[in-house]
RNA sequence: GGCGCGGUACCCAAGCGGCUAAGGGAGAGGUCUGCAAAACCUUUAUUCGUCGGUUCGAGUCCGACCCGCGCCUCCA
């Protein structure tokens, strides 16, 4: 049984989706004015999670995430700029892809824009008006929340408790509540503009979500998701746009995760403390590595995100990378000790229940490396034969693929050291190429071994030292030298 | 002011009424090793922000208080 918490019960419930077998799942996906940040991340993160656990559930995920490529950031970098729209968003959309394969994040099977659905917008704002729950004003169209009783049901907000904004409306459109929202916007210099059957303008900002999971997910769907400061307004105004429009419940379960702090501090280009995740793998860390500090903390509890943190992330990831490299040493003959085959079956349950609790990740690694741990203990007393050294990388291999996504099997390191300095995504792990370094390596390692065994510890140690700083790190065993991909220091 | 979150070992982090308080990192000692590394073994919370209360029994429920943080129309 997989339980969720709802923020719109503001309880832990059992999932149960509209059509058995199959989930339809929104999420708020990213505004293309910059790269995304870390937290930007985290959030896509804790959806892929999400999205794989149900996939590894047998339950088929349909799953849309928009690109907000109209808004009034996008309109004021594309106005610096002086490009177009689409010209100004292109990169930071082709940036966004990019990152989101680093980080092995499953693709959705939708990326609407909002400007390719203006005419999805204008047909719920046109009923919006025909029900009354709109209103124009000076050419543009708000959304009357006083309409909509619901409202605030999301947010557990009070219309008279909220604070009238005292700043003002940044765009100094009138409105008749300073709570309404608006949902068209009416022509303005320098701002791109539709023309349609409303009139001339550009699309509110809730209004996309509202028409984008309609048309690709239907009326009514199972999982919206996205961060905690999308609850209000955002958030609850596409719940009072969706179900006045549509007459229906817009979404059976809310899903947000928490902030994620920079040294305890919420991030600000201001403050230095901003990290998109170019900014983090420039100093030398692993895509994966970044994952599972994102990975590793339970959704709905803040992230504090540190470079040592990083570090602890990096040292867990190795324990797993470290086992599943190990097992393939595994010489011994002989049938599947049923003791592995037991632990095996108990890691798994120990996952499965970590995720279906509310995706109780710290319950399931826990499972996982208590796996690492005992297992671990038998093969070191050789009580583990080669059967079972496969059984476990393949248990292994399976929860990353389909679970975690940490690709812990990197390993041999395959990786130009010039290129983990790289900015994009070069520099994941390329698995099974670069014979060539593979060969280069080997002949150093074969130097070694002759230097070991003419007792030339100096030149022994040399190599090593000259192959670590270029990322290889060596393990003498029992059976012979093997080696691996390490990050770079930390500097 | 309203709504909400968190405070568990040196660090990160589960547990949310009942066996000896998961797990990871870091540290210490040991085995192995030419030395390292990895792995294994041992070790690190009579205690869960503070003070009361409920209970046969409380990090776990209730109350008060002290810290830290988020949202209240830019924001994952």
Same mark, same amino acid.
């Given at each position: 049984?997989?339980?969720?918490?709802?923020?719109?019960?503001?309880?832990?419930?059992?999932?149960?989706?509209?059509?058995?077998?199959?989930?339809?799942?929104?999420?708020?996906?990213?505004?293309?004015?910059?790269?995304?940040?870390?937290?930007?991340?985290?959030?896509?993160?804790?959806?892929?999670?999400?999205?794989?656990?149900?996939?590894?559930?047998?339950?088929?995920?349909?799953?849309?995430?928009?690109?907000?490529?109209?808004?009034?950031?996008?309109?004021?970098?594309?106005?610096?700029?002086?490009?177009?729209?689409?010209?100004?968003?292109?990169?930071?959309?082709?940036?966004?892809?990019?990152?989101?394969?680093?980080?092995?994040?499953?693709?959705?099977?939708?990326?609407?824009?909002?400007?390719?659905?203006?005419?999805?917008?204008?047909?719920?704002?046109?009923?919006?008006?025909?029900?009354?729950?709109?209103?124009?004003?000076?050419?543009?169209?708000?959304?009357?929340?006083?309409?909509?009783?619901?409202?605030?049901?999301?947010?557990?907000?009070?219309?008279?408790?909220?604070?009238?904004?005292?700043?003002?409306?940044?765009?100094?459109?009138?409105?008749?509540?300073?709570?309404?929202?608006?949902?068209?916007?009416?022509?303005?210099?320098?701002?791109?503009?539709?023309?349609?059957?409303?009139?001339?303008? @550009?699309?509110?900002?809730?209004?996309?979500? =509202?028409?984008?999971?309609? &048309?690709? *997910?239907?009326? +009514? /769907? $199972?999982?919206?998701?996205?961060?905690?400061?999308?609850?209000?307004?955002?958030?609850?105004?596409?719940?009072?746009?969706?179900?006045?429009?549509?007459?229906?419940?817009?979404?059976?379960?809310?899903?947000?995760?928490?902030?994620?702090?920079?040294?305890?501090?919420?991030?600000?280009?201001?403050?230095?403390?901003?990290?998109?995740?170019?900014?983090?793998?420039?100093?030398?860390?692993?895509? @994966?590595?970044?994952?599972?500090?994102?990975? =590793?903390?339970?959704?709905? &509890?803040? *992230?504090?995100? +540190? /470079? $040592?943190?990083?570090?602890?992330?990096?040292?867990?990831?190795?324990?797993?990378?470290?086992?599943?490299?190990?097992?393939?040493?595994?010489?011994?003959?002989?049938?599947?000790?049923?003791?592995?085959?037991?632990?095996?079956?108990?890691?798994?349950?120990?996952?499965?229940?970590?995720?279906?609790?509310?995706?109780?990740?710290?319950?399931?690694?826990?499972?996982?490396?208590?796996?690492?741990?005992?297992?671990?203990?038998?093969?070191?007393?050789?009580?583990?034969?080669?059967?079972?050294?496969?059984?476990?990388? $393949?248990?292994?291999?399976?929860?990353?693929?389909?679970?975690?996504?940490?690709?812990?099997?990197?390993?041999?390191?395959?990786?130009?050291?010039?290129?983990?300095?790289?900015?994009?995504?070069?520099?994941?792990?390329?698995?099974?190429?670069?014979?060539?370094?593979?060969?280069?390596?080997?002949?150093?390692?074969?130097?070694?071994?002759?230097?070991?065994?003419?007792?030339?510890?100096?030149?022994?140690?040399?190599?090593?030292?000259?192959?670590?700083?270029?990322?290889?790190?060596?393990?003498?065993?029992?059976?012979?030298?093997?080696?691996?991909?390490?990050?770079?220091?930390?500097?």
């Amino acid at each position: 049984m997989i339980r969720f918490y709802n923020t719109l019960s503001g309880k832990v419930e059992p999932f149960v989706p509209l059509e058995p077998g199959i989930v339809k799942l929104y999420t708020c996906g990213p505004t293309v004015y910059d790269f995304s940040h870390i937290g930007n991340w985290r959030a896509y993160v804790f959806e892929d999670l999400l999205k794989r656990f149900l996939l590894f559930s047998g339950i088929k995920v349909s799953h849309v995430m928009n690109i907000t490529d109209v808004d009034d950031k996008t309109i004021n970098g594309a106005h610096a700029k002086g490009i177009s729209l689409e010209e100004y968003t292109r990169p930071f959309i082709e940036a966004f892809e990019k990152d989101r394969d680093t980080l092995g994040i499953l693709p959705a099977d939708h990326y609407p824009r909002a400007t390719g659905h203006i005419r999805e917008m204008v047909d719920i704002i046109k009923l919006l008006l025909e029900k009354g729950f709109a209103y124009r004003k000076d050419g543009s169209i708000y959304f009357a929340i006083d309409k909509f009783p619901a409202y605030g049901r999301l947010a557990k907000i009070h219309l008279e408790d909220l604070r009238p904004g005292s700043r003002g409306d940044a765009d100094e459109y009138e409105k008749e509540n300073v709570h309404d929202f608006a949902l068209w916007k009416a022509p303005k210099e320098g701002e791109p503009v539709w023309e349609t059957e409303i009139g001339p303008g @550009r699309p509110g900002w809730h209004v996309e979500c =509202s028409a984008m999971s309609s &048309k690709y *997910l239907g009326r +009514t /769907f $199972d999982i919206h998701c996205g961060g905690v400061d999308n609850i209000f307004p955002h958030h609850e105004n596409e719940i009072a746009q969706s179900e006045a429009a549509n007459g229906v419940k817009f979404v059976n379960y809310w899903l947000h995760c928490h902030h994620l702090v920079v040294d305890g501090e919420k991030m600000a280009k201001s403050k230095g403390n901003f990290y998109t995740l170019r900014d983090v793998l420039d100093r030398g860390y692993d895509p @994966r590595e970044v994952r599972f500090l994102l990975l =590793s903390t339970h959704y709905r &509890k803040m *992230l504090n995100f +540190t /470079f $040592d943190a990083l570090e602890q992330a990096r040292a867990g990831r190795n324990r797993i990378r470290d086992f599943s490299f190990d097992l393939r040493d595994v010489k011994r003959d002989g049938p599947a000790n049923p003791e592995v085959t037991q632990l095996i079956e108990t890691a798994r349950a120990g996952l499965i229940a970590g995720l279906e609790d509310d995706l109780n990740i710290s319950e399931s690694l826990a499972a996982l490396f208590g796996l690492i741990k005992s297992a671990n203990r038998l093969l070191a007393q050789g009580s583990a034969s080669r059967a079972d050294a496969g059984n476990l990388a $393949d248990f292994v291999a399976m929860i990353d693929e389909n679970i975690l996504g940490i690709n812990p099997t990197d390993v041999p390191l395959r990786v130009d050291p010039a290129k983990m300095r790289s900015t994009v995504s070069d520099v994941a792990i390329k698995v099974e190429s670069s014979g060539d370094l593979d060969l280069e390596i080997q002949k150093r390692i074969d130097a070694r071994q002759k230097a070991r065994a003419e007792k030339n510890f100096k030149m022994a140690d040399e190599i090593r030292k000259e192959l670590l700083d270029s990322g290889i790190l060596l393990e003498d065993t029992k059976d012979g030298v093997r080696w691996k991909k390490v990050g770079p220091a930390r500097t």
